[in-house]
T-cell receptor, first 116, second 112 residues
Framework: GQQLNQSPQSMFIQEGEDVSMNCTSS?????WLWYKQDPGEGPVLLIA?????ELTSNGRLTAQFGITRKDSFLNISASIPSDVGIYFC????????????????FGKGTHLIIQP | EPEVTQTPSHQVTQMGQEVILRCVPI?????FYWYRQILGQKVEFLVS????????KSEIFDDQFSVERPDGSNFTLKIRSTKLEDSAMYFC??????????FGNGTRLTVT
């Protein structure tokens, strides 16, 4: 199956710094999604990308769908303490002709830690 | 924003027992999914469900797993004979044709 390489695995930053993380794949995806997961909770959607080259912002978050459809990045500007958590990228290959949908393939996550 | 509701939040069971995990989707989306996350690891796809039947399943979703939408609203995942390695967080998710997946808060399954 598809594999996603997400990096970095963890980041230790100071409050106020900008953050950048990315995912790469050996195969193409039609959709890229970025989620944040807090301990004991389910992943919460941050940004969804549907078109190669698309650049989308959600407040201090910006994500891009790579032109090759094999990569995506997420940037967080001016980090704040509540940004702490695990960030996952996820790719979806296609919608099936019969109407069903492929499941998401998740990266292993980037653990963001903000130092006071 | 409305939530996908999962019950129970934590289930402890003995090896070999059957468990049923429940999900109540909150909208008229067409696609429903189950995912699992072993502690400290990434989220893994189990199965997708569309038009009241399985659309796709991963190699994790073997014969001991089954899904149902028994009454048109609840969406269940049954594990027939649990194994120790089934211990994980199980997440239900829903989405539309072009809308992204929204996840519930999960059920923590502990098999002893």
């Amino acid at each position: 199956g598809q594999q996603l390489n997400q990096s970095p695995q963890s980041m230790f930053i100071q409050e106020g710094e900008d953050v950048s993380m990315n995912c790469t794949s050996s195969s193409i995806f039609n959709t890229w999604l970025w989620y944040k997961q807090d301990p004991g909770e389910g992943p919460v959607l941050l940004i969804a990308l549907y078109k190669a080259g698309e650049l989308t912002s959600n407040g201090r978050l910006t994500a891009q769908f790579g032109i090759t459809r094999k990569d995506s990045f997420l940037n967080i500007s001016a980090s704040i303490p509540s940004d702490v958590g695990i960030y996952f990228c996820a790719g979806q290959l296609r919608l099936r002709s019969g109407g069903g949908a492929d499941g998401l393939t998740f990266g292993k996550g980037t653990h963001l830690i903000i130092q006071p | 924003e409305p939530e996908v509701t999962q019950t129970p939040s934590h289930q402890v069971t003995q090896m070999g027992q059957e468990v049923i995990l429940r999900c109540v989707p909150i909208s008229n989306h067409l696609y429903f999914y189950w995912y699992r996350q072993i502690l400290g690891q990434k989220v893994e796809f189990l199965v997708s469900f569309y038009n009241n039947e399985i659309s796709e399943k991963s190699e994790i979703f073997d014969d001991q797993f089954s899904v149902e939408r028994p009454d048109g609203s609840n969406f269940t995942l049954k594990i027939r004979s649990t194994k120790l390695e089934d211990s994980a967080m199980y997440f239900c998710a829903e989405g539309g044709l072009r809308s992204p997946l929204h996840f519930g808060n999960g059920t923590r399954l502990t098999v002893t």
